[in-house]
């Protein structure tokens, strides 16, 4: 059972437009909200996380957006670049055990 | 710099012939995190280590085997290799519990290749 789910699958931007990213979780032991940026080859890298005490977080371009009543996060990215281009992963994790749980991925794409 | 550094980059191996992908880390870190990550997928968790603590996830298959001799090493066994094991593995750290971020760091990946 997927414990967070992402959409959408794939998105196409243009430059300066704003890509959203959802998630959803269902189990509410979840209290960390990091989201991982992927180009291909590499590893993911941590690009912003958020607790749930918190609706929204902002770091450069990016900005999580979260709804505790509702269990869903979302990643926007203001003014994409083509260097955006990568897949972004959500996931979440609780303070009562160690393992993250990821969502599928978006493949990001910004045209230039 | 602090990191987590994977080892080899690129691994070819044989159908059923033993591979062992390596991980390090110097973030003193006390959980250590083996993924398996194939093409346009999320990352699996395989099973994780907090300090000596050994976790397997259920779906593991037993052809997957870790060990961690000390703080900064663990490695990924695969002890027979079958094509659908290609895949990129990827190795991740954090501090766990300890840490109310509990941020989690990931190494290049190993691109494993099984002929």
């Known amino acids: 059972q997927q414990q967070v789910k992402q959409s959408p699958q794939s998105l196409i931007v243009q430059k300066g437009g704003i890509p959203i990213i959802n998630c959803a979780y269902e189990?509410?032991?979840?209290?960390?909200f990091p989201w991982y940026q992927q180009f291909p080859g590499k590893g993911p890298a941590l690009l912003i996380a958020i607790r749930p005490d918190v609706s929204e977080k902002k770091e450069g371009r990016f900005t999580i957006s979260f709804n505790k009543s509702a269990k869903q996060f979302s990643l926007h990215i203001m003014d994409s670049q083509p260097g955006d281009s990568a897949t972004y992963f959500c996931a979440a994790t609780s303070n009562t055990g160690n393992q993250f749980y990821f969502g599928t991925g978006t493949s990001l794409t910004v045209i230039p | 710099d602090a990191m987590v550094i994977q080892n080899p980059r690129y691994q070819v191996t044989q159908f059923g012939k033993p591979v062992t992908l390596s991980c390090s880390q110097t973030l003193n870190h006390n959980v250590m995190y083996w993924y398996q990550q194939k093409s346009s997928q999320a990352p699996k968790l395989l099973f994780h280590y907090y300090d000596k603590d050994f976790n397997n996830e259920a779906d593991t298959p037993d052809n997957f085997q870790s060990r961690r001799p000390n703080t900064s090493f663990c490695f990924l066994d695969i002890r027979s290799p079958g094509l659908g094991d290609a895949a990129m593995y990827l190795c991740?750290?954090?501090?766990?519990?300890?840490?109310?971020?509990?941020?989690?760091?990931f190494g290049p990946g190993t691109r494993l290749t099984v002929l």
């Open positions: 189990n509410t032991a979840f209290d960390y």
């Open positions: 991740a750290t954090s501090r766990g519990l300890a840490d109310p971020y509990n941020e989690q760091f």
